[in-house]
């Protein structure tokens, strides 16, 4: 995208972003108060649930009043990331907020906002910044959880290139909050663009006196640096992420300790995903029970979803915690369906390390404690959607070779577990497998779950497991009929009977 331009067009388009966010200013001002009103109804409607009365919309209410947009609100805003226009739109105002708060407070509002890590893990994040100690000999360090490669997982990048200044203002909140000195934003080096946004949304937040020494008058100095990571997907997993940006091999530590007592360069450090830290201005701006109250029991808030397969309207959208998958995938708001000629087969709630879902469960709330209970996990909330063309072991194997190939080989489990089963179900596929392999298949995921030094080895075990034990009917029939009963993936569209037969 070229940034040069002609006088005149600079000029045109200067006067275009104003208008633009006088009429954003005024969006959000109408937002506001649509906001107040609803939790005005809200309020109503709870003191009529407990007075006995009769409710119109009992457990829906929550969800579906927030058709309203916060973490994605500034995406179509024009040129959102800078920082003129950020602050036209409300920008920088929950910092301002903030520090008319002590760190003690907003670590509370932050705790009763029900915000789970939006990393895959799901961790409360009021605990975890409660684990931080208050006094250190060195300096405290944020470092925020940019690497996204988990695969269906594609939301970071939107708030990193969309709206960089948010990220930074839950930045520097978390920062006044805790005590910390520095930040690093490690960034999966393949987001060249979010990289660039977020060095330009740094210089400017500089530029004001938003970073560096003694910010906004204070007695607070705080750093933000972005660390471009050299392309391990273990780098995401957040002590293979500390040991990269100490400029060694990304190679996972033993847990405990844990980050937030001897993090990188052995100091106290936080460590958040993206969303994560881009959801905090909006919880000291409006309060922590307000951020609860947007989703269900345990799992406040909006959330961003990433919807992928062969679906009418791929993308990324904003919902609250709790809607169904149900709604994400049918909804014209949203996924809008199947597409002509796809039938659901299943789907994964949040990238390929969670359990695979039947459609029978569509109509599951997307939060940890509801997926954990059908067998699956909440993890990044990127849905991937499957249709009945999808052949189940040609995925598993995939699986597998992709875990296997970002093994970082500390682990005996994982090292060789991963490449072992990836052969095996190779073997399947290609129709000379024999059915003792599926046991011995689910062995393997035993020995490897739960015998690692992090998580990578359960995110081969769970989805290989549960891929053979909800299709087992596919694999059996890979191994009667010595082949795959599935079109190669050249072949596979358009769906039609005569394809799979
Ligand atoms: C193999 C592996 C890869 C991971 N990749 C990512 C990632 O790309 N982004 C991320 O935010 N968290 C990732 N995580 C989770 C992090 O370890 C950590 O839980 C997270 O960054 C904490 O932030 P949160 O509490 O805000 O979610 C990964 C974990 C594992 C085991
Ligand atoms: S589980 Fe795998 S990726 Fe994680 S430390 Fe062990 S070998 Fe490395």
Redesign the pocket.
Known sequence: MTEEKSDQESKKESEDNAKDSASNAEETATAEKADSDKQESDKQESDKQESGEASAQPTRAKASRTQEKYLSRNFDIPKAYNIDVYEANGGYRALKKAFDMDGETIIEEVKKSNL????????P?GI?WSFLPKESDVPKYLVV??????PG?FK?RYLMELDPHRHLEGCIIAAWALGIRYCYIFV?GELQFAIDRLQNAIDQAYEKGYLGEKIMGRDFDFDVYVHPGAGA??C??????IEGLEGKSGQ?RMKPPFPAVVGVFQAPTI???????SAIPFIVEHGGQWFADMGIEKNGGPKLYGLSGPINNPGVYEAPSGITVRELLESDRFGGGMRDGHELKAFIPGGS?CAVVKPEHLDVQLGFEPMQEIGSSLG?GCLTFMDTNTCMVRLTARLAHFYHH?SCGQCTPCREGSGWAAKVLDSIEAGRGRMEDLELLLDMCDNIQGNTI???G??IAIPVRSYIQTFTDEFEQHIKERGCPFPAWSKAEPHSDSDAA
């Not at 789970?116 to 961790?123: D, K, L, V």
């Not at 959880?145 to 988990?150: I, S, V």
């Open positions: 789970r890590g939006r990393g895959g893990a799901g961790f994040c975890k959880n940019a690497d996204e490669g988990e997982t970071d999966r997907y273990i995401g997993e957040e002590t293979g992420l996972p460590v958040n995903n993206v969303e994560t830290i390390s990044t970002e992090c998580a990578l359960d995110s």
